[in-house]
Protein backbone atom coordinates (compact mmCIF):
# COMPACT_ATOMS: atom_id res chain seq x y z
CA UNK A 1 0.00 0.00 0.00
CA UNK A 2 1.13 3.46 -1.08
CA UNK A 3 2.59 5.43 1.97
CA UNK A 4 2.50 9.06 0.52
CA UNK A 5 0.37 11.12 2.39
CA UNK A 6 -2.18 13.51 0.74
CA UNK A 7 -2.89 16.83 2.64
CA UNK A 8 -5.73 18.56 1.53
CA UNK A 9 -5.24 22.27 2.58
CA UNK A 10 -2.39 24.18 2.34
CA UNK A 11 -3.76 26.32 4.85
CA UNK A 12 -2.57 26.81 8.95
CA UNK A 13 -2.71 23.43 9.79
CA UNK A 14 -2.38 21.67 6.54
CA UNK A 15 0.82 23.25 6.13
CA UNK A 16 1.81 22.46 9.66
CA UNK A 17 1.43 18.54 9.34
CA UNK A 18 2.94 19.13 5.68
CA UNK A 19 6.08 20.42 7.00
CA UNK A 20 6.95 18.10 9.52
CA UNK A 21 5.84 15.08 7.98
CA UNK A 22 8.37 15.97 4.91
CA UNK A 23 11.33 16.90 6.59
CA UNK A 24 10.85 13.89 8.65
CA UNK A 25 11.62 12.12 4.89
CA UNK A 26 7.45 11.01 4.59
CA UNK A 27 6.44 11.55 1.39
CA UNK A 28 3.66 14.15 1.38
CA UNK A 29 1.74 15.48 -1.79
CA UNK A 30 -0.49 18.36 -1.40
CA UNK A 31 -4.01 18.92 -2.79
CA UNK A 32 -5.20 22.38 -3.64
CA UNK A 33 -8.42 23.72 -4.04
CA UNK A 34 -7.69 24.47 -8.09
CA UNK A 35 -5.65 24.80 -10.76
CA UNK A 36 -5.43 29.01 -10.17
CA UNK A 37 -3.89 28.19 -6.44
CA UNK A 38 -1.93 25.37 -7.86
CA UNK A 39 -0.01 27.89 -10.22
CA UNK A 40 0.49 30.56 -7.23
CA UNK A 41 1.69 27.59 -5.42
CA UNK A 42 4.02 26.83 -8.12
CA UNK A 43 5.24 29.98 -8.40
CA UNK A 44 5.53 30.26 -4.38
CA UNK A 45 8.22 27.31 -5.23
CA UNK A 46 6.48 25.72 -1.94
CA UNK A 47 5.29 26.17 1.70
CA UNK A 48 7.39 28.06 4.41
CA UNK A 49 7.07 27.24 7.65
CA UNK A 50 8.04 29.63 10.57
CA UNK A 51 9.01 28.51 13.87
CA UNK A 52 10.95 30.14 16.58
CA UNK A 53 11.38 33.16 14.45
CA UNK A 54 13.06 30.65 11.48
CA UNK A 55 11.67 30.58 8.33
CA UNK A 56 12.23 27.12 6.43
CA UNK A 57 11.42 26.14 3.16
CA UNK A 58 9.71 23.09 2.11
CA UNK A 59 9.37 22.31 -1.58
CA UNK A 60 6.43 19.79 -1.51
CA UNK A 61 5.17 18.75 -4.53
CA UNK A 62 1.60 19.53 -5.28
CA UNK A 63 -1.76 18.61 -7.17
CA UNK A 64 -5.85 19.05 -7.58
CA UNK A 65 -8.09 16.64 -6.68
CA UNK A 66 -8.52 15.91 -10.66
CA UNK A 67 -4.99 15.05 -10.88
CA UNK A 68 -4.73 10.91 -11.32
CA UNK A 69 -3.36 8.42 -9.32
CA UNK A 70 -5.23 6.55 -6.28
CA UNK A 71 -5.49 7.86 -2.78
CA UNK A 72 -4.75 5.30 0.36
CA UNK A 73 -4.57 8.40 2.97
CA UNK A 74 -5.76 11.97 3.17
CA UNK A 75 -5.36 13.88 5.84
CA UNK A 76 -8.38 17.07 5.29
CA UNK A 77 -6.88 20.08 6.27
CA UNK A 78 -10.13 22.83 5.48
CA UNK A 79 -12.31 23.97 7.82
CA UNK A 80 -15.37 22.24 8.98
CA UNK A 81 -17.56 23.63 5.65
CA UNK A 82 -15.73 22.16 3.40
CA UNK A 83 -15.07 18.94 4.22
CA UNK A 84 -17.37 17.32 2.49
CA UNK A 85 -17.42 19.20 -0.49
CA UNK A 86 -13.70 18.33 -0.61
CA UNK A 87 -13.83 15.17 -0.24
CA UNK A 88 -16.41 14.66 -2.62
CA UNK A 89 -14.21 15.41 -5.45
CA UNK A 90 -11.29 13.61 -4.40
CA UNK A 91 -13.41 10.23 -3.99
CA UNK A 92 -13.50 9.25 -7.12
CA UNK A 93 -9.27 8.49 -6.56
CA UNK A 94 -9.95 7.31 -2.64
CA UNK A 95 -8.44 3.52 -3.26
CA UNK A 96 -11.14 1.00 -1.20
CA UNK A 97 -10.29 0.91 2.67
CA UNK A 98 -8.22 4.61 2.01
CA UNK A 99 -8.04 6.45 5.28
CA UNK A 100 -8.90 9.71 5.58
CA UNK A 101 -7.87 12.06 9.03
CA UNK A 102 -10.22 14.81 9.70
CA UNK A 103 -8.82 17.27 11.21
CA UNK A 104 -12.19 19.67 11.39
CA UNK A 105 -12.99 21.35 14.55
CA UNK A 106 -16.27 20.93 16.29
CA UNK A 107 -18.69 18.22 15.34
CA UNK A 108 -20.96 17.56 12.10
CA UNK A 109 -18.70 17.37 9.30
CA UNK A 110 -16.68 14.05 10.26
CA UNK A 111 -19.93 12.25 9.61
CA UNK A 112 -21.12 14.14 6.66
CA UNK A 113 -17.90 13.35 5.17
CA UNK A 114 -18.13 9.67 6.38
CA UNK A 115 -21.45 9.15 4.78
CA UNK A 116 -20.18 10.05 1.68
CA UNK A 117 -17.33 7.49 1.43
CA UNK A 118 -18.75 4.17 3.47
CA UNK A 119 -15.99 2.03 2.21
CA UNK A 120 -13.28 4.38 3.83
CA UNK A 121 -11.96 4.44 7.23
CA UNK A 122 -12.92 8.07 8.77
CA UNK A 123 -10.44 8.84 11.52
CA UNK A 124 -10.98 11.70 13.50
CA UNK A 125 -8.42 13.99 15.43
CA UNK A 126 -9.03 16.87 17.91
CA UNK A 127 -5.86 19.30 18.03
CA UNK A 128 -4.66 21.86 20.34
CA UNK A 129 -1.79 22.95 18.36
CA UNK A 130 -2.09 26.80 16.77
CA UNK A 131 -0.56 28.04 13.86
CA UNK A 132 -1.83 30.93 11.29
CA UNK A 133 -1.70 31.92 7.85
CA UNK A 134 0.89 35.05 7.67
CA UNK A 135 0.83 35.53 3.32
CA UNK A 136 0.31 32.87 0.74
CA UNK A 137 1.89 29.66 1.24
CA UNK A 138 3.53 30.70 4.74
CA UNK A 139 2.28 29.69 8.11
CA UNK A 140 3.43 30.99 12.06
CA UNK A 141 3.25 28.17 14.09
CA UNK A 142 2.13 29.73 17.12
CA UNK A 143 1.04 27.49 19.92
CA UNK A 144 2.53 24.20 21.30
CA UNK A 145 -0.61 21.95 21.81
CA UNK A 146 -1.43 17.91 21.25
CA UNK A 147 -3.59 15.92 18.71
CA UNK A 148 -5.94 13.61 19.51
CA UNK A 149 -7.05 11.01 16.89
CA UNK A 150 -9.18 7.97 16.83
CA UNK A 151 -11.52 6.10 15.26
CA UNK A 152 -14.51 5.82 16.66
CA UNK A 153 -15.92 2.41 14.34
CA UNK A 154 -13.04 0.92 15.06
CA UNK A 155 -10.26 0.59 18.61
CA UNK A 156 -7.12 -0.53 16.27
CA UNK A 157 -4.48 2.08 16.13
CA UNK A 158 -3.28 2.53 12.61
CA UNK A 159 0.16 1.11 11.19
CA UNK A 160 0.97 4.65 10.20
CA UNK A 161 0.77 6.12 13.46
CA UNK A 162 4.50 5.62 13.69
CA UNK A 163 4.92 8.63 11.35
CA UNK A 164 3.35 10.99 13.52
CA UNK A 165 6.13 10.49 16.07
CA UNK A 166 8.77 10.10 13.77
CA UNK A 167 7.88 13.84 12.25
CA UNK A 168 7.70 15.22 16.22
CA UNK A 169 3.81 15.39 15.93
CA UNK A 170 2.89 15.22 19.52
CA UNK A 171 -0.13 12.88 19.28
CA UNK A 172 -2.08 9.77 20.88
CA UNK A 173 -4.14 7.64 19.69
CA UNK A 174 -7.66 7.55 21.73
CA UNK A 175 -10.62 5.52 22.11
CA UNK A 176 -12.46 8.24 23.68
CA UNK A 177 -11.75 10.73 20.45
CA UNK A 178 -15.88 11.65 20.57
CA UNK A 179 -15.41 12.86 24.24
CA UNK A 180 -12.75 14.70 23.37
CA UNK A 181 -14.31 16.52 20.13
CA UNK A 182 -17.34 17.45 22.40
CA UNK A 183 -15.32 18.22 25.28
CA UNK A 184 -13.74 20.92 23.00
CA UNK A 185 -17.22 21.39 21.39
CA UNK A 186 -18.43 22.70 24.50
CA UNK A 187 -15.54 24.75 25.45
CA UNK A 188 -16.09 26.54 22.30
CA UNK A 189 -19.51 27.15 22.75
CA UNK A 190 -19.45 28.58 25.84
CA UNK A 191 -16.63 30.79 25.61
CA UNK A 192 -16.50 31.81 21.36
CA UNK A 193 -19.81 33.16 20.71
CA UNK A 194 -19.42 35.47 23.75
CA UNK A 195 -16.27 37.10 22.90
CA UNK A 196 -18.00 38.10 19.08
CA UNK A 197 -20.98 39.60 21.13
CA UNK A 198 -19.35 41.26 23.98
CA UNK A 199 -16.18 42.01 21.48
CA UNK A 200 -13.74 41.16 23.73
CA UNK A 201 -10.95 39.14 24.50
CA UNK A 202 -11.58 35.94 26.25
CA UNK A 203 -10.24 37.07 29.49
CA UNK A 204 -13.01 39.85 28.91
CA UNK A 205 -15.91 36.97 29.57
CA UNK A 206 -14.67 37.21 33.69
CA UNK A 207 -16.77 40.32 33.83
CA UNK A 208 -19.66 37.71 32.28
CA UNK A 209 -19.46 34.94 34.54
CA UNK A 210 -23.23 34.55 35.04
CA UNK A 211 -24.17 34.01 31.25
CA UNK A 212 -20.79 32.07 31.09
CA UNK A 213 -22.08 29.54 34.20
CA UNK A 214 -25.27 29.47 32.59
CA UNK A 215 -24.15 28.06 29.51
CA UNK A 216 -22.11 25.88 31.22
CA UNK A 217 -24.98 23.56 33.33
CA UNK A 218 -26.68 23.75 29.89
CA UNK A 219 -24.24 22.27 28.18
CA UNK A 220 -23.45 19.56 30.76
CA UNK A 221 -26.76 18.43 31.07
CA UNK A 222 -26.98 18.15 26.79
CA UNK A 223 -23.28 16.19 26.88
CA UNK A 224 -25.02 13.56 29.61
CA UNK A 225 -27.96 13.70 27.34
CA UNK A 226 -26.10 12.98 23.97
CA UNK A 227 -24.18 10.04 25.81
CA UNK A 228 -20.91 11.73 26.75
CA UNK A 229 -21.35 12.19 30.49
CA UNK A 230 -17.32 12.31 30.92
CA UNK A 231 -17.19 15.20 28.84
CA UNK A 232 -19.69 16.39 30.89
CA UNK A 233 -17.17 16.19 34.21
CA UNK A 234 -16.53 19.51 35.64
CA UNK A 235 -17.23 21.64 32.79
CA UNK A 236 -17.92 24.77 34.02
CA UNK A 237 -14.89 24.57 36.41
CA UNK A 238 -13.03 23.99 32.81
CA UNK A 239 -14.34 26.56 31.37
CA UNK A 240 -13.24 29.26 33.91
CA UNK A 241 -9.61 27.34 33.89
CA UNK A 242 -9.43 27.70 29.98
CA UNK A 243 -11.06 31.92 30.23
CA UNK A 244 -8.43 32.34 32.60
CA UNK A 245 -5.05 30.89 31.42
CA UNK A 246 -6.15 32.54 27.33
CA UNK A 247 -7.14 35.58 28.92
CA UNK A 248 -5.05 37.43 26.81
CA UNK A 249 -6.25 36.09 23.57
CA UNK A 250 -8.60 36.27 21.32
CA UNK A 251 -11.28 32.77 20.38
CA UNK A 252 -10.63 31.76 16.94
CA UNK A 253 -14.32 32.36 15.96
CA UNK A 254 -13.25 36.28 17.19
CA UNK A 255 -10.67 36.43 14.99
CA UNK A 256 -12.87 34.84 12.08
CA UNK A 257 -15.19 37.24 12.53
CA UNK A 258 -12.81 40.46 12.82
CA UNK A 259 -11.25 38.92 9.41
CA UNK A 260 -14.60 39.17 7.68
CA UNK A 261 -14.21 34.64 7.36
CA UNK A 262 -17.26 32.66 7.59
CA UNK A 263 -17.11 31.04 11.32
CA UNK A 264 -17.67 27.14 12.11
CA UNK A 265 -20.66 28.25 14.00
CA UNK A 266 -22.58 25.87 12.25
CA UNK A 267 -20.14 22.70 13.36
CA UNK A 268 -20.02 24.37 16.78
CA UNK A 269 -23.37 25.91 18.53
CA UNK A 270 -25.25 25.19 15.69
CA UNK A 271 -24.26 21.21 16.14
CA UNK A 272 -25.28 21.48 19.92
CA UNK A 273 -28.43 23.18 18.95
CA UNK A 274 -29.56 20.60 16.71
CA UNK A 275 -28.45 17.90 18.75
CA UNK A 276 -30.41 19.49 21.96
CA UNK A 277 -33.87 19.18 19.79
CA UNK A 278 -33.09 15.76 18.21
CA UNK A 279 -33.47 14.98 21.82
CA UNK A 280 -36.25 16.95 22.90
CA UNK A 281 -34.20 19.21 25.25
CA UNK A 282 -35.22 23.16 26.07
CA UNK A 283 -31.80 24.85 26.13
CA UNK A 284 -33.01 28.59 26.58
CA UNK A 285 -29.83 30.03 27.28
CA UNK A 286 -27.80 27.86 24.46
CA UNK A 287 -30.53 28.63 21.84
CA UNK A 288 -30.64 32.39 22.67
CA UNK A 289 -26.90 32.17 22.53
CA UNK A 290 -27.12 31.01 19.09
CA UNK A 291 -30.28 33.30 18.13
CA UNK A 292 -27.83 36.76 18.88
CA UNK A 293 -24.79 35.35 17.40
CA UNK A 294 -26.78 34.21 14.03
CA UNK A 295 -27.88 37.99 14.24
CA UNK A 296 -24.62 39.44 14.93
CA UNK A 297 -23.23 37.49 11.86
CA UNK A 298 -26.06 38.41 9.33
CA UNK A 299 -25.80 42.34 10.45
CA UNK A 300 -21.82 41.78 9.39
CA UNK A 301 -23.14 39.80 5.62
CA UNK A 302 -21.31 36.86 7.17
CA UNK A 303 -22.98 33.38 6.86
CA UNK A 304 -24.86 32.38 9.67
CA UNK A 305 -24.69 28.36 8.96
P1 LIG B 1 -7.25 27.45 7.01
O1 LIG B 1 -8.37 28.30 6.54
O2 LIG B 1 -5.97 28.12 7.44
O3 LIG B 1 -6.85 26.39 5.90
C1 LIG B 1 -7.80 25.67 5.19
C2 LIG B 1 -7.27 25.50 3.78
O4 LIG B 1 -8.10 24.53 3.10
C3 LIG B 1 -7.28 26.78 2.93
O5 LIG B 1 -6.01 26.96 2.37
C4 LIG B 1 -8.33 26.47 1.85
O6 LIG B 1 -8.05 27.10 0.61
C5 LIG B 1 -8.19 24.96 1.76
N1 LIG B 1 -9.32 24.29 1.10
C6 LIG B 1 -10.65 24.48 1.27
N2 LIG B 1 -11.35 23.66 0.45
C7 LIG B 1 -10.43 22.95 -0.25
C8 LIG B 1 -10.53 21.96 -1.27
N3 LIG B 1 -11.72 21.54 -1.72
N4 LIG B 1 -9.40 21.44 -1.78
C9 LIG B 1 -8.19 21.86 -1.34
N5 LIG B 1 -8.03 22.81 -0.37
C10 LIG B 1 -9.14 23.34 0.16
O7 LIG B 1 -7.82 26.54 8.20
P2 LIG B 1 -7.07 25.99 9.48
O8 LIG B 1 -6.89 27.09 10.47
O9 LIG B 1 -5.87 25.20 9.09
O10 LIG B 1 -8.20 25.05 10.09
C11 LIG B 1 -8.50 23.76 9.59
C12 LIG B 1 -9.35 23.05 10.65
O11 LIG B 1 -8.53 22.85 11.81
C13 LIG B 1 -10.54 23.88 11.13
O12 LIG B 1 -11.64 23.06 11.39
C14 LIG B 1 -10.04 24.53 12.41
O13 LIG B 1 -11.08 24.84 13.34
C15 LIG B 1 -9.15 23.42 12.96
N6 LIG B 1 -8.10 23.89 13.87
C16 LIG B 1 -7.28 24.90 13.49
C17 LIG B 1 -6.27 25.33 14.37
C18 LIG B 1 -5.32 26.43 14.00
O14 LIG B 1 -4.52 26.83 14.84
N7 LIG B 1 -5.31 26.95 12.80
C19 LIG B 1 -6.15 24.71 15.63
C20 LIG B 1 -7.01 23.66 15.97
C21 LIG B 1 -8.00 23.26 15.07
O1 LIG C 1 -10.26 26.69 21.30
C1 LIG C 1 -10.47 27.85 21.57
C2 LIG C 1 -10.79 28.77 20.44
O2 LIG C 1 -10.53 29.97 20.52
O3 LIG C 1 -11.30 28.25 19.43
C3 LIG C 1 -10.42 28.30 23.00
C4 LIG C 1 -9.14 29.03 23.29
C5 LIG C 1 -10.50 27.08 23.90
C6 LIG C 1 -11.59 29.16 23.35
O4 LIG C 1 -12.78 28.46 23.20
Known sequence: MSSTWHILGAGSLGTLWACRLARAGKAVRLILRDAARLQAYQQAGGLTLVEQEQPRHY???????????????VLVACKAYDAAPAIARLAPRLADGATIVLLQNGLGSQDEVAEQVPLARCIFASSTEGAFREGDFQVRFAGQGFTWLGDP??????DWFGDLQDAGIPSEWTVDILT???RKLALNCAINPLTVLHDCQNGGLLGHLGEVEALSVELAGLL?????PEAAIDLAEDVQRVILA???NYSSMYQDVRA???????????????AAARHGMALPQLEHLH??????????????A
Request: include cysteine; hydrophobic fraction near 35%.
Open 224 to 228: QRCGQ
Open 153 to 158: ANPAVP
Open 291 to 304: QRLVDNLRARGLPS
Open 260 to 274: GRRTEVHYLLGHACR
Open 246 to 248: TAA
Open 59 to 73: AIPAETAEAGGPIHR
Open 180 to 182: RLW
